[in-house]
């Protein structure tokens, strides 16, 4: 912890908080789970969030909460992952309701002299350091003991207050790009239903469209992996392309290159060549910005002079399923060349239409890129704002 403001002093949550932990009724008793209408939270639902009861998945009787170590905690309440898979050891909850927990949360009740908003915001951004006390300790997960002994900073009330206000309004912003972001996502994927089956026409366009093979737009060409153990095969020259370089749209360079000897034995794609994953990620899909190679996961599609690029990339992307049903349940999917290349699309006779309907989309894109990056921009100033206000 930094040197503190003026005034504030330093305690541990044991100190100012009572720390306890729930408890799971036995499944095995239908009676205390059946008609349950008590909340009752897991560490699944434990997002570094606001918990509100409608984000309550389960629920439990009367009875199960008498015959368990489930006990019910007040609106206000903060809860702490105690263990949890991939991330979720250490993420914390603000609880705007009561309810019950299981055992595997820490639930965190402040008495009058504290600001249970504050101490959300605090533990927010203590996640990595929170983390590593369970490590430090020679454990794989965190404990009562541990959470007791967390230090945090301890403002006068007001200040806590007036802090956890501050916090709040970004918190809101964020919380309303969120929000904004999926209704934009939500309405281009209805948006590309409509426009790549022809249900939907513009721009006074009429006429069939026509069902033609991936092979018949184009030339499809399946990457390789220069041998890794010869190093001469790899250096500053050629971009090449894997599954992980599949982050935006445009592909304009890699995180792995190919020095001239490796190029020589990869297969190199013309910039504007419509890029697809086939094995194991299945249905990435980009545009190559560039000319380059790309790794045997891939698939391109060197497009016919009469076929919109940007229009087959919205239609692999909204054929995701459809290629996902193809790779079958291997233990690792695939979608050969062969199979790929007899994938049925559906197109426009007119290279004006499918031009047009891309531009359409590709301004749905622009949209949610802005909101993303507005986002992105929120966050790194409230994580700035917390470094600032919090100590």
Known sequence: MSKLPSGWKIKTLG????????????RNNLEYWKDGSIPWIRTTEVQNCILNEDDTQEFITEKGLKNSSAKIVPKGTLLLAMIGQGKTRGQVAYLNFEASTNQNCATITFGSDYEPKFYFQYLLSQYENIRALSNSAGQSNLSGTLVKAIKVPVPTLPEQIKIAETLSTWDNAIQATESLITNSQQQKKALMQMLLSGEKRVGG??????????????????GSTPQKSDIDNYGNEVCWATADDFKQKYITDTKVKLSSKGANKARIVPKGSVLVTCIASIGKNAIANIDLATNQQINAIIVNANINNEFVYYLIENSQEKLLSLAGTTAVPIVNKSTFEKIKLLFPKNLEEQQKIAEILTTADQEIETLQQKLERLKLEKQALMQRLLG
């Open 15 to 26: 100190e100012i908080a009572t720390i306890s932990s729930g408890g799971t009724p036995s």
């Open 205 to 222: 366009f009429s006429g069939e469209w026509e069902q033609y093979s991936t092979s018949e737009i184009g030339k499809v060409v399946t």
